[in-house]
């Protein structure tokens, strides 16, 4: 089952908007992810035909820019891209209206260049240097691009923000769609341990948390997952840390049901792991900044679902976790209310304002080009 949140988000379009046509640069879905997004027939980029593409398409991003050319949406009365890089690029006419569902602006381009060159092992080296000539040139090309949309949506209002710095332009804030029909609570007794679930990548911060916790012998922790950072997770985790590796939706379900909180330490541009949690009952304790600053209730709001902690250190969480274990605060946390919070984020809510949205944006569109006997839009994604 695909969990990861773009194609979460592509599913949930396709229900909003079952007459679409689906445009990607490169199509790397197997027959079960496809089967369970609802996907049909693709049509995709001249990229497509590059021997190996599936396992090197993050090398292609130079080319991707100009890869874009060779997809047609012309036909198309509306045409929705979903970016978080180059999809935002691509060409409309003045007859049709285009709206970005911008998961983020082209990170590596924009606010998280040096992380991305430091994680990268870049900085300070010739490679280095020639990847910044061509970040900068992604940069121009993306924000001359953005202004070729019509009109921006993004996933939270914390990427609202970075869009208004690097394009100069408003969104519409519809969140993600997060599966809580799915995650639900149960009636079994909770366990004693705490819970993190996320691909193993530096800015998850998944050693941090193995760190803190080993610090913490009379504590347990259970680590969901798997990545690039596993030997530096499994180097940070003491005895009470337990990494089970990858596990299925039922599995994550299961172990989240009876865990005392999540933990989350990643500043996130939305983070659906954290609404997972809550959907099955279960208090957050999560990095007060990105998208966790807006799903999950602190202790300073009526019916709080967690606790927010302001240093991404392991030091921090120590504090976190100890203020989260408090009487006075473990009071205040309920399955309910964190069910309750979770709800805002449901997959039908995510349907319904999306496509209320683009109905509302395809009648301004109208109205903006004057009478000339326009029919209900033909989508094209």
């Known amino acids: 089952m695909v ?74 009365d509306l045409v929705i891209s979903v970016s978080h890089a180059v999809a935002k690029g691509i060409r409309t006419h003045s007859q049709q209206l285009h709206l970005c569902y911008c998961l983020s602006p082209m990170r590596y381009a924009w606010d998280l260049r040096e992380q991305y060159l430091q994680e990268s092992g870049l900085n300070g080296t010739m490679r280095g240097q020639v990847a910044r000539v061509l970040l900068d040139q992604l940069q121009r090309w993306d924000a001359k691009n953005s202004r070729d949309v019509d009109e921006f949506l993004t996933l939270s209002q914390y990427i609202r923000e970075r869009i208004a710095r690097a394009y100069g332009r408003d969104a519409e804030v519809i969140y993600p769609p997060v599966d809580t029909e799915f995650f639900t609570p149960t009636a079994g007794t909770r366990g004693d341990y705490y819970i993190t679930a996320s691909r193993f990548v530096p800015y998850k911060r998944i050693d941090m948390i193995a760190e803190a916790f080993s610090g913490m012998p009379e504590r347990r922790l259970v680590i969901v997952g798997t990545g690039p950072d596993a030997a530096k997770v499994r180097a940070a985790a003491g005895p009470n840390v337990e990494l089970v590796g990858y ?103 995510f349907r319904a304002e999306f496509r209320g949205a683009a109905d509302a944006a395809w009648q301004r569109h109208v109205k903006k080009m004057g009478p000339g006997g326009f029919e209900p839009p033909h989508f094209g994604l």
Not at 15 to 20: D, G, I, N, R, V
Not at 281 to 307: F, H, M, N, Q, S
Not at 320 to 343: L, Y
């Open 247 to 349: 596990q299925s939706r039922q599995n994550l379900r299961r172990l989240l049901q009876g865990a005392r909180a999540f933990v989350f330490a990643a500043e996130e541009d939305f983070g659906i792991a954290p609404i997972e949690a809550q959907a099955c009952g279960i208090p957050v304790i999560a990095y007060g900044k990105g998208g966790a600053a807006e799903t999950v209730r602190g202790l300073d709001t009526p019916k709080p679902t967690g606790v927010l902690f302001d240093a991404q250190t392991a030091a921090g969480l120590v504090d976190a976790i100890r203020v989260f274990e408090a009487a006075d605060a473990r009071q205040r946390f309920t399955a309910d209310g964190c069910r309750q919070n979770a709800a805002r984020f449901s997959r039908d809510r």
């Open 3 to 76: 969990n990861a949140g773009g194609e979460m988000v592509l599913r949930d379009l396709l229900l909003a908007f079952p007459e679409a046509q689906v445009f990607s640069l490169v199509d790397c879905l197997n027959d079960t992810d496809r089967s369970d997004i609802g996907l049909g027939s693709v049509q995709t980029s001249v990229l497509q035909r590059v021997r190996g593409v599936r396992r090197y398409y993050r090398l292609l991003l130079p080319l991707m820019p100009l890869a874009l050319r060779s997809l047609d949406v012309s036909a198309f």
